[in-house]
């Protein structure tokens, strides 16, 4: 959230519009809203008077959208350590999930 709270209002708005598609499409939204980038890992995508951005995120158990991190993109590639970042974080909330189930005896 910090990430889109120092957005410009314009840029948060375009954010939100995306936000909205991709929980009515969720998976099957296409592109240029949404790309597939690795395995399990996904980017929206929005651009603004201020530049591209990108929200990397993933699914978790069919519909709830577990965003990873947001960065402006500056070069024709998504920067290596934002997707180094955002697999850190989804291995860092499978594992506090994960460490709350109470298994059984």
């Not at 990397?56 to 024709?76: D, E, V």
């Amino acid at each position: 959230m910090d990430f889109i709270d120092h957005l410009s209002f314009k840029t948060q708005r375009k954010f939100y519009v995306k936000i909205d598609l991709l929980e009515e499409y969720g998976p099957r939204l296409p592109e240029p809203h949404a790309k597939k980038i690795e395995q399990d890992l996904y980017e929206l995508r929005f651009e603004a008077d201020d530049g591209a951005f990108r929200i990397i995120y993933f699914f978790y158990i069919g519909k709830k959208i577990i965003l990873l991190n947001g960065f402006k993109k500056k070069t024709r590639k998504i920067p290596r350590r934002e997707v180094e970042l955002a697999k850190n974080r989804m291995v860092d909330y499978l594992n506090t999930l994960d460490s709350c189930v109470i298994k059984e005896k």
